[in-house]
Nanobody, 121 residues
């Protein structure tokens, strides 16, 4: 099994910054893409940013220029630096990892437990 543990959420004022972290542990041969999603009550979970094992990135239009995704492959960790935060960024943020299992080399998708980000004055 694989566990994803997130940290870094909280309450921040508009215009402020937060950095989310998500560390993967367990039976891991390799991690392909890692990403961050967010969800507000009554709406579907949406992609925020994604990064491949080679470092290629993709962002939702709503966060381009404000958020930066990065990863440390040696630590199996993905980060989301969020700057110039807006009230509409308020959501539960979930990390995601496409993990290749040892021996079978089968890819599985795992999710973190979610961390609340609230942007409010």
């Amino acid at each position: 099994q694989v566990q994803l543990v997130e940290s870094g959420g909280g309450l921040v004022q508009p215009g402020g910054s937060l950095r989310l972290s998500c560390a993967a542990s367990g039976r891991i041969f390799r991690i392909n893409a890692m990403g961050w999603y967010r969800q507000v009550p009554g709406k579907q979970r949406e992609l925020v940013a994604i990064i491949t094992s080679g470092g290629s990135t993709n962002y939702a239009d709503s966060v381009k220029g404000r958020f930066t995704i990065s990863r440390d492959n040696a630590k199996n960790t993905v980060y989301l630096q969020m700057n110039s935060l807006k009230p509409e960024d308020t959501a539960v943020y979930y990390c995601n990892a496409d993990v290749v299992a040892p021996y079978t080399r089968t890819e599985y998708k795992y999710w973190g437990q979610g961390t609340q980000v609230t942007v409010s004055s």
